[in-house]
């Protein structure tokens, strides 16, 4: 799959500045507008490039220091 890089960026963005701390892949869905196809290759790149981290069944947000 192939995404652009700023689409990436603005979902880093987004979870950078919302108070959500941990979220489920359905919430992540949801708020996004994706369905699983694409959900779960987003969240595991977001966890390969330390924006996000699983924790079980969620995702915590990695927040940026600074």
């Known amino acids: 799959m192939i995404f652009s890089a ?3 960026q603005g979902m880093k963005d ?3 500045t919302s108070e959500v ?12 507008g994706l369905s699983r196809k694409f959900a779960i290759p987003l969240l595991e790149h977001l966890d390969s490039t330390g924006a996000t ?14």
């Open 53 to 66: 981290r699983r924790i079980g069944d969620l995702r915590q947000v990695v927040r940026r220091r600074g």
């Open 14 to 16: 987004t979870l950078q």
């Open 21 to 32: 701390e941990r979220f489920s892949v359905a919430e992540f869905k949801q708020r996004f």
């Open 6 to 8: 700023a689409a990436i």
